[in-house]
């Protein structure tokens, strides 16, 4: 940027004066350039501060948000790793509960099979009574019939 500005006309002309005045006139236009080239040199100094603090300023916000998307990620996995946790937890309880209700209705089956079994065992063992009175009547009746043919047939 310095070549452009130190590249443009002095904007002050002089007409050269003979004598003691051309001298003068002369200093008078190299102090112009020098102020001239350093204004334009300080121009761009601030031009360059300027755009190097522009970019510095928006690099930290961008570090920033950087830091702040992270931040929030961060909470995120722990809000995620607390539910995750917390869920565990009911889960663990729900199925602690879902035993304790299954051995609730185990036991209540268990009592109420035991006391179909209970039935099942006087029925079975009244079967097995009138089986066995069944066979000594079945038998008697057959020492019965023996005796009737015996009779019939001493009688013929």
Do not use: W
């Not at 002309?13 to 236009?29: A, I, V, Y």
């Not at 185990?106 to 009175?133: A, G, R, W």
Request: overall charge negative; hydrophobic content about 30%; some cysteine.
């Amino acid at each position: 940027m310095d070549f452009f500005l130190d590249d443009l006309p002095s904007t002050s002309m002089s007409t050269p004066k003979k004598g003691h005045d051309d001298s003068l006139m002369l200093e008078d236009t190299d102090h112009d350039l020098s102020r001239k080239k350093s204004s334009s040199v300080s121009m761009t100094e601030i031009q360059e501060q300027h755009s190097s603090s522009y970019i510095d300023n928006i690099s930290k916000k961008a570090q920033e948000m950087i830091e702040k998307i992270n931040h929030g990620r961060t909470r995120d996995q722990e809000m995620m790793d607390g539910f995750q946790e917390k869920l565990t937890e009911k889960v663990t309880e729900m199925c602690q509960l879902m035993k304790e209700h299954m051995y609730i209705i185990y036991e209540k089956n268990s009592n109420e099979i035991q006391v179909k079994l209970q039935e099942l065992s006087e029925v079975l063992e009244n079967c097995s009574k009138l089986n066995h009175e069944l066979l000594e009547a079945s038998q008697a009746l057959a020492s019965l019939r023996h005796g009737l043919d015996i009779n019939q047939r001493s009688e013929q």
